[in-house]
């Protein structure tokens, strides 16, 4: 078992920026790919960016690439998604989320999620 916790949300204003962070615990870290997802009200939930299990290669959707960078750091248990200029269309809860089956972009293959946090960016 892994345990996931978001932390990182709020309310910004368009343009600005968050960092969102991931706080792990359970099973070595190390172990498994992470991902970002995010739900807006009456939405399904999408996938925003995934890393692999050593800091390699990272994948965006096309709607946040240029604007959102994924991190991980695997001494600290931690993963990150620092946002910078936000959009209304971002407002949503953000998800992490972990697997062992690399760095998929489909929610189903991911086996822990964390109770994700809120971002709200106003216009």
């Known amino acids: 078992q892994v345990q996931l916790v978001e932390s990182g949300g709020g309310l910004v204003q368009a343009g600005g920026s968050l960092r969102l962070s991931c706080a792990a615990s359970?099973?070595?870290?190390?172990?498994?790919?992470l991902g970002w997802f995010r739900q807006a009200p009456g939405k399904e939930r999408e996938f925003v960016a995934a890393i692999s299990r050593s800091s390699g290669p990272t994948y965006y959707a096309n709607s946040v690439k240029g604007r959102f960078t994924i991190s991980r750091d695997n001494a600290k248990n931690t993963l990150s998604l620092q946002m910078n200029s936000l959009k209304p269309e971002d407002t949503a809860v953000y998800y992490c989320a972990a697997t062992t089956r690399g760095t998929p972009a489909q929610a189903s293959h991911y086996d822990y999620w964390g109770q994700g946090t809120q971002v709200t960016v106003s216009s």
């Open positions: 359970g099973r070595t870290f190390s172990n498994y790919g």
